[in-house]
């Protein structure tokens, strides 16, 4: 059974910087596409960004200029490092990996902005 744990999470001032990894475990045959979600407090989750397989990245506007994802392929995980946070940048952040037929979402991490 394969499980996602999320790290990196935490509190930090407005304009500095986070970086969350996520790492799966269980199941390590697989060429894991990865995604990072967040919902923020009474609002619907949303997507972040994403790196499938062979690098190839997509970067919600909201956050568009502000992270990076790198993957290791060998190591199932996935960093996504974010700079410039602001305080509507506070949510909890969820990885998510993808794999054929395999979905799954990671338990998340909590990210808090202060102004």
């Known amino acids: 059974q394969v499980q996602l744990l999320e790290s990196g999470g935490g509190s930090v001032q407005a304009g500095g910087s986070l970086r969350l990894s996520c790492e799966a475990s269980g199941y390590s045959y697989c060429n894991y596409d990865w995604s990072w979600y967040r919902q923020a407090p009474g609002k619907e989750r949303e997507f972040v960004s994403e790196?499938?397989?062979?690098?190839?990245?997509r970067i919600a506007d909201s956050v568009k200029g502000r992270v990076t994802l790198s993957q290791d392929n060998a190591k199932n995980t996935v960093d996504l490092r974010m700079n410039s946070l602001k305080p509507e940048d506070t949510a909890m952040y969820y990885c998510?990996?993808?794999?054929?037929?395999?979905?799954?979402w990671g338990q998340g991490t909590l990210v808090t902005v202060s102004s």
């Open positions: 790196i499938d397989f062979n690098g190839v990245t």
């Open positions: 998510r990996a993808r794999c054929g037929i395999l979905d799954v």
